[in-house]
């Protein structure tokens, strides 16, 4: 069986990704692609390496015909989708790569976004789109809310722990270096080659970055108490990647015991032998999470590394794994090329 796929927001990196990914895949037929300031283009005029694949050209989302799509996939700036999403067909499947339906409780999206909510009657039925700690909720799911992509490395190394008892809750801290790609393709003065290059930048610094809510919300609801974690996530001058190094109070050869076991049989994430630290460019272009435990000289003291692709495992990979799901196929379809090196 082959299912009718609509990419909104084809134009930007993740939708690119998405497009790359979904050409290896037998069962997926790309049928609609919008691109508001880039409709009437052809993909390849607008990504040259994706020229020789038989794509449609882009358009505006309202001039595409909707009922013969299977799933949608909406890559879209936050706030767009929800407006979206609850006026399509309701035989449309839809896997949500932005922030829209991410966090359970409406007053939280406006509390982290600064905006109201526009579909909190729909917002029930999104399943977070973790795809390793939500499977089954996924394959029976209409619409899934993509993760962020620090906010899915972050979890990657973390749940698991939280989940057993073995770390202090209350002294967590994640520093994260992220690819530049993580910042979208739109033009902006402080993205610049010359702005970016040789140079690092710490951005929403003091509990100000909108992941937050995400980690806030399912820490808390594995731990069963409030859980705040200290984040700070930084640009730095690559293409691709996020390294997430989190500090915990904890056993580090428990703490990889747990982690060993618990990603055991997961077919993206995979656990170094203990003392080994993960590269970002380990991962590139793949939808691989690495992690690895690492103990510190202090006594009690451990350091937990995780890495992934954010435009893949981060976003477009697990977008896909999750759509694998809800349309019946092996989740790992189309997901199994192994990291581009160097």
């Not at 700036?77 to 929800?82: D, E, I, K, R």
Request: with cysteine; aromatic share 6%; proline share 5%.
């Amino acid at each position: 069986m082959t299912h009718n796929i609509a990419i909104l927001g084809a134009s930007g990196y993740t939708g690119a990704e998405l497009i790359r990914l979904i050409a290896g895949h037998d069962g997926l037929q790309i049928t609609a692609l919008s691109g508001e300031r880039k409709a009437g283009q052809a993909v390849a005029q607008v990504f040259p390496h994706l020229i020789g694949l038989d794509l449609p050209d882009l358009a505006r989302i309202e001039d595409i015909d909707l009922e013969p799509v299977d799933l949608v996939f909406a890559a879209l700036p936050h706030g767009l989708s929800q407006a979206i999403v609850k006026d399509l067909p309701g035989h449309v499947k839809v896997v949500d790569l932005g922030a829209d339906f991410r966090l359970r409780d409406p007053s939280m999206y406006e509390k982290w976004y600064g905006r109201a909510h526009d579909a909190p009657e729909i917002q029930p039925q999104a399943v977070y789109g973790l795809t390793e700690f939500y499977r089954e909720e996924i394959s029976s799911a209409r619409l899934v809310a993509g993760t962020g992509c620090n906010a899915a490395t972050v979890q990657y190394a973390l749940r698991p722990v939280i989940a057993a008892g073995v770390i202090d809750l209350d002294d967590i801290l994640c520093d994260l270096k992220n690819g530049i790609t993580g910042a979208g393709r739109a033009l902006k003065e402080n993205m610049l080659f010359a702005e970016r290059a040789n140079d690092v930048m710490g951005y929403s610094l003091g509990g100000m970055h909108r992941h937050l809510g995400e980690f806030d919300q399912e820490f808390s609801a594995i731990a069963g108490r409030k859980v705040e974690i200290q984040f700070t996530p930084n640009l730095v001058p690559v293409n691709r990647g996020i390294h997430a190094s989190c500090y915990v109070k904890g056993d580090s050869g428990a703490i990889h015991d747990i982690l060993a076991t618990a990603y055991a049989s997961e077919p993206f994430v995979r656990v170094l032998p203990f003392g080994q630290v993960p590269n970002m460019a380990h991962v590139a272009g793949s939808n691989y999470c690495h992690i690895g435990v690492v103990g510190d000289r202090i006594a009690g003291r451990t350091m937990i590394v995780a890495t992934l692709d954010n435009l893949c495992k981060g976003s477009s990979g697990q977008a896909i794994q999750n759509a694998n799901l809800m349309l019946g196929y092996d989740e790992t379809t189309a997901l199994s090329s192994v990291p581009v090196f160097p």
